[in-house]
């Protein structure tokens, strides 16, 4: 065993572990990032999932490093794609024109962007990338984390010594290493006083997760893949409070719950979108719901078929959760993810209804090139929910839930460290819960969540804040990740500076002042102007 040094350790390369990276790397800090795949990224890249983002992104509402990320995967495009005229005109290009989102992009193209924005840093020896490799232990010193043990994919272990510790995981892992005090699934009513929360607590019941794939579909070919082991049950399964078998065009409405068919025709033609969550969160037709290549943003000819990323209410596995389960359940419900995706393919090849009366699109092709995998599907399956830790501010539903709040608007906090916006979006879970889709305000993002209430040098920065089980379905998007990483960054870079810890910038009110003017000197939006939510 081996040991490395580091101003700032980040475990987990997602989009809050890129973020966190980045901001220490602007002052001047020395930064090792661990990453289990290849691709830094995330849920933007890994994962599959081109950005779920407000209605005003385009104008407000995320830090200026996310507006860049954002402005350099457009620009990838521009500088590389042959785009018509009028695409390459566009400020707003959305080379997939997709439904979901104003920027649907090919998760390779992502992971170009952020490999080319850490590279400086790696040309300069002070950012190491440990790809394939994850943090599995941690030694831990009263209220202080000393090192982390990290192991590669070959079995090889060694420490890692650092002033600060950022966890970045997605399911929040370096949690329970460090014995940090932390929650997981629902809690109870009782605990948190939220309308929609349970009377008990239900620590194993947790949002599903997704293993998301991208298809095209060339007609009159056939792609047909194999028929997957486990079809038969799949295409039997009905989870609890659903209308019909998981394998179908219908589901609930996230948002009434009341049960709607879908359209899937692919390459259909869908004219003008404008993706607006306000008015429709875009999923009734599912090819341009997810697109992320269209073929009229090219120059024609040059694109055969759209492309259009699998991540629908039919793919949400339900059977049981990654978090508080044996390595061997773990691993089965992996499995089952994977398998039940396939599934959904093998159905839209074989048996959807078409709209001339037959059955199945066998022209339905993978794109494993536009995941970075040969299988298709992507690197890593896609994480709604994580444990969290408990921190010492707890964001709850009723602190941002347009219900609760009305014309008031969210809670305002005095130590916003950033902001975000989106409807309390909660998938189906474990526990045989159907949708919550709340409305909500735009928000504020409380330093005090960002603390644990006893790690004097542990941050995180992913979906293990200290938010519930409710509010985490608002604060799990794209662009609140990022801020949420630039923050724990930047915090850690600013104590390390300063010599203060964290809590200490916290509690002081000057520090505090001091701190938040230094991300708005960033490009770190604090407050939202008047806008209501949706």
Not at 143 to 168: L, M, S
Not at 284 to 296: I, P, Q, T
Not at 439 to 445: G, K, L
Request: a negative charge.
């Amino acid at each position: 065993m081996t040991e490395t040094k580091a101003d700032i350790v980040v475990a987990g390369g997602g989009l809050g572990g890129v973020a966190a990276a980045l901001a220490a790397l602007r002052r001047g800090r020395s930064v090792l990032l661990v990453e289990e795949t290849d691709w830094i990224g995330g849920q933007l890249t890994s994962q599959g999932v081109p950005p779920d983002e407000h209605t005003w992104i385009e104008q407000f509402g995320c830090t200026r490093s996310y507006r860049g990320l954002r402005d350099a995967i457009r620009d990838h495009y521009r500088a590389w794609y042959p785009l018509t005229d009028r695409a390459r005109a566009r400020p707003d290009l959305n080379p997939g024109e997709g439904r979901v989102s104003r920027l649907c992009h090919e998760p390779k193209v992502a992971a170009a962007v952020l490999d080319a924005m850490v590279a400086p840093y790696v040309s300069a020896g002070r950012l190491r990338i440990l790809y394939g490799c994850k943090v599995v232990g941690a030694t831990v010193d009263g209220d202080r984390i000393h090192a982390v043990t990290v192991e590669g994919a070959d079995g090889h272990r060694f420490d890692v010594t650092a002033p600060y510790v950022v966890d970045a995981t997605e399911l929040g892992d370096l949690l329970p290493l460090t014995g940090a005090e932390h929650v997981t699934g629902f809690e109870s009513r009782h605990d948190t006083g939220e309308p929609n929360a349970p009377d008990e607590a239900q620590p194993a019941n947790m949002q599903a997760f997704s293993w998301v794939f991208a298809v095209e579909h060339r007609a009159g070919e056939n792609h047909t893949i194999d028929r997957p082991a486990g079809y038969s049950d799949w295409a039997r399964y009905q989870p609890p409070k659903w209308p019909n078998p998981l394998l179908s065009l219908s589901a609930p409405d996230p948002r009434t719950l009341e049960t709607v068919r879908r359209e899937f025709i692919p390459n259909a033609e869908s004219g003008p979108v404008v993706a607006d969550q306000r008015a429709d969160p875009g999923d009734k037709e599912l090819w341009a719901f997810r697109r992320v290549l269209s073929r009229d943003v090219f120059r024609p000819g040059f694109v055969d078929s759209d492309v259009t990323i699998v991540n629908w209410p039919m793919i949400d596995y339900l059977p049981g959760p990654l978090i508080g389960v044996s390595d061997e359940e773990r691993d089965k419900h992996l499995a089952g993810a994977r398998e039940l995706s396939m599934s959904m393919l093998y159905w839209l090849q074989t048996e959807v209804p078409r709209p001339d009366g037959g059955t199945g699109w066998p022209g339905l092709r993978l794109r494993g090139d536009v995941m970075g995998t040969a299988d298709g599907l992507a690197k890593a399956p896609y994480i709604r929910e994580s444990r969290r830790i408990a921190a010492r501010y707890r964001i709850v539903e009723q602190d941002l839930s347009m219900t609760v709040r009305g014309e008031a608007g969210a809670v305002s906090y005095p130590d916003s460290v950033g902001i975000g916006m989106y409807r309390i979006d909660l998938h189906p879970s474990t526990g045989g819960d159907t949708y919550i889709d709340v409305a909500s305000c735009p928000f504020q993002i409380p330093l005090g969540a960002l603390l644990p209430v006893r790690l004097r040098n542990l941050l995180p920065a992913a979906k293990n804040i200290g938010t519930t089980h409710i509010t985490n379905g608002c604060y799990r998007l794209h662009p609140v990740e990022w801020n949420i990483g630039e923050v724990v960054g930047t915090l850690a870079a600013y104590c390390l500076e300063h010599g203060l810890e964290p809590e200490q910038v916290h509690a002081d009110g000057d520090q505090l002042r001091a701190f938040q003017d230094e991300l708005v000197a960033d490009g770190v939006e604090l407050a939202w102007p008047e806008i209501k939510g949706y």
